[in-house]
Every structure is written in structure tokens, then in C-alpha cells.
């Protein structure tokens, strides 16, 4: 009786753990036995590890193997234990040393003549790796330039499981991976493009500065589709922790390439108003997958059309808006994602959407029903509504504003004074400081909270409005370098919200 052991990653969501693979060469006839809750694509590995191990010029065992994952409670998903499970194996049959494999953690799939394949979620599988104390981490290597964005660990690429066994063996070594110089910013088209639209201009910079819902309500052809887009170039780009959790979850969902291996811009995912309640938060058989909310963390989730999109994929959004990440069950477990972002709304105000709303032909009870998808919880907890209106034709000839760069100046400056404030706490923007901080532990002076009282008695918002307008007003504070926002501030905040989407 012989025995064998190797490491490898589950990946659960954006969360990793480690998992031991035992391998046990006993008495009996000839086949492999797989424990440890295996799926169908791990149950077929089976086959995979047999085949690559005998392409690969080794010896495969000539009696009964056993291979067990553990913890055996926890669901093993997908085909990121070749690897480990072929070098647990050869482990047991002592054609390699232990020296080496007892330190290391093995990510990839095999191919049948022993290639090593890349696999979804290595980023998050590496950082699950250096924080349980690992010092070496092999993956394959097209995945290599993503598994060395994390640092602290020894990551190493192969391409093949020969390669592997040699480097076991002390035979050779293993490439690093290659400097990472940076990624290069998208293009984006400027902000000074957008002619007219003073005031939709200017809730797009307040957006961004204290990262706030933003919806824009007009008729077709006026620049709302043309705004959103540019939101995320006014943005500043991603710190490194923010870099990194953005790009374990595009690594989840299998959105990394080899020449793009880190984001360090915020994303703009903009889902087709077609797009289901799973396409939205995620899910798919098996464990989760992430959604478009998922996608867009740290950046802006843009929903164009939004009233005809379905009601409960609409619905389906308050929860991660509240919370900032979604928590989805399927049959392999509970996967949970990071889910902070900006929402962007873009409607138009009825269903013909005549160029002048004079022109509109629909009935008022066809107005109503058709911005009636978007609910009244929904909507209160979108922070800035903006009706926007046709521009004259001397703005659209000689009318220019101002640059994007001019703009993303004064929203880093705002950003930056917003999480100097907060950092004691743990917040970054605005957006994200909790009401009672708001009403109890930076309450405003009676003076500045008078509009909002006066809005609160005559009914026109609810609690969580109110603590959404006071995000607002620190925002505007900030973008006026002023310490703390008083009535102007708090009036303006409500006017935002005041405009509806009717």
C-alpha cells in the first residue's frame, strides 16, 4: 500500500480553499476511484489524468487507486485538480519527491497528451493560496500573467505535465512570470462631446464623485446613452486592493487574457435590456456564476432602456444596491460576490418618444404603465434623477464644454477629500457611509437640515431618502472644498431627487 498527497484550490465565488488530494495505490483491480463530492467534470478527470500521465512518458499503476478530496464536505467543482490529482498519484507510485510537492499548490486542467490548460478563477484560487501560508503556486502557463499580479507568493508556469515532473524531480526549472508594465487605459470618447445639457453634465460629475446612482429620463437621440458611456473615464482609476478584486471576478467569469491580465480601470457593463434576472446577478447550474452586477464592481452597471426591461430582473437589483454584493444558492453550494457599483438608468419618458413632447401620442395610462416597471423602492434608491430636455440648435453648432479631464480633476479632489474623511471608519465614497453615521455621528446643524425636515414632514421622501439626499450634500460639499455641506447643499440634494421619473 502506497500513499500520495498534493494540494489544489476550490473556488467558491471570489473565495478560495484549499484542498488536499490523497492518492492510495492498493490491492485489486485496476481503476481509479474518485471521493470527496466530485461534479461530472471532476468524476471525468478520471480519464484525463490516466491518459496525460501515460502520453507523458510515466508509469500509471497497474492495480486499484483511490483518490480522495478533502475537506470530503466540500462540493469540488470543475477540472483546476488535474494537476494535483495526477502528481498525488505519481506521489504514491514514488516517481517524484515529496520535496517540493508537500510546499506547492497545483492548478490546471490536463489534456489527454499531458498539455496543461488554463481554467477559470486563478487569481482568486493564488490569493486563497498566499493567505492560507502556501510558498509556491504552479499554473499553467497561459495563465501565468495573471497569477503574478499577486505578490508574496512564488508563482511558476508550465505547459505540460512532463514539465512538471521534471521540475519535481530537480531536473529543471520553471518560468516566472513576465514584468507586468501596466495596462493601458481604454478609449473613451470626452466628455466636452456632449453639447448642452448643463445640468445632466453636472449630475454625471456629482455621480462620480461620490459614486451615487444617477438616472436620465428623455427622449431619444438627446445624449443620455452618450453620457453614461463617458461616466467611467471621469472616474479615477482603481486602487491596487480595488484592482485586484475586480479582476478575481472577471477571472471568475473567465473574461482574462494572457495580454490583458489586470483591470485597473472601473468597468462599464451595459447588459442588453433583454437580459434575465441570471444574466443580471448571476447563477447557472452547478456553482453560481457572476453577473452583470458582479462585473460591474467598482465601476457602472449601465441599464439602457431600462422600462423595458422585465420587472423582476429590475427588482432583483435591490438587494445588491443596499448590500454591494449578491449572495447566489445553487446545487453545488453558495457562491458570493462583490457586487458596489454605480447604477445608471437611461429611459425614455413614454413609448413613442417623440423628438418634442408636445408630439406624443400615447395614452396617460400608457405613460404611467410605462415607467410604472420601475418601482418606487427601486427608485428610492437612486440618489439623482435628471429629466433632460432638446437642446437649442446654437449649442449643437457652437457650444462647447468642458474636457473630461477638466471634470475628472475636481472628482478626484472630491474623492480624495471623502476618503480622508472616512477612512477612520472603512469607507471610501459617500455613497457607502451608512445612515445613522450620517444622522447621528456627522450630524448637520439644524439650519442645513432644515429643507430635509421640511421634505420629511410633507411626506415628499422616505427615511432612506433622506439619508441618500444627505450623501448627496457631502458630495456637493466636497466638490465645493467646503467642510460640511449646509442648507444650499441639502436643497440642492433634494432637487435632484425631485425631478422623478415621470
Known sequence: MALGRAHSVAVSGVDGQIVEIEADIGRGLPGVHLVGLPDTALQESRDRVRAAVTNSGEKWPESRVTLALSPATLPKVGSVYDLALACAVLDAARQVPRTRLEKTVLLGELALDGRLRSVRGVLPAVLAAKYAGWSTVVVPAAALAEAGLVDGIEVLGADRLGTVVEWLQGKTTLPQPPPFDGEKSAVRGDLSEVVGQEEARWAIEVAAAGAHHLMLTGPPGIGKTMLAQRLPSVLPPLTEPEALEVTAIHSVAGLLTSEHPLITEPPFIAPHHTSSVSALVGGGSGMARPGAVSRAHRGILFLDE?????????????????????????????????????????????????????????????????????????????????????????????????????????????????????????????????????????????????????????????????????????????????????????TTALGFRDQGAS
Open 306 to 490: 431600462c422600462a423595458e426591461m422585465g420587472t423582476k430582473a429590475l427588482e432583483a437589483l435591490r438587494t445588491p444596491l443596499e448590500d454591494g454584493e449578491v449572495r447566489i444558492a445553487r446545487r453545488d453550494g453558495v457562491a458570493r460576490y462583490p457586487a458596489r457599483f454605480q447604477l445608471v438608468l437611461a429611459a425614455n419618458p413614454c413609448p413613442c418618444a417623440p423628438a418634442r413632447e408636445a408630439d406624443c401620442v400615447c395614452a396617460p395610462t400608457a405613460r404611467r404603465r410605462y415607467l410604472g416597471r420601475l418601482s418606487g423602492p427601486l427608485l428610492d434608491r437612486v440618489d439623482l434623477r435628471i429629466r433632460m430636455q432638446a437642446v437649442a440648435t446654437g449649442a449643437l453648432i457652437d457650444e462647447v464644454g468642458e474636457s473630461t479631464e477638466q471634470v475628472r480633476g475636481r472628482v478626484v479632489a472630491a474623492r480624495a477629500a471623502a476618503a480622508e474623511r472616512w477612512r477612520p471608519y472603512g469607507w471610501r465614497t459617500n455613497a457607502e457611509v451608512p445612515g445613522p453615521a450620517l444622522r447621528q455621528r456627522f450630524r448637520l446643524s439644524r439650519l442645513a437640515l432644515g429643507p430635509l425636515e421640511r421634505s420629511l414632514r410633507r411626506g415628499q421622501i422616505t427615511a432612506r431618502g433622506a439619508d441618500r439626499a444627505l450623501r448627496v450634500a457631502w458630495t456637493l460639499a466636497d466638490l465645493g472644498g467646503m467642510d460640511a455641506p449646509g442648507a444650499d447643499q441639502v
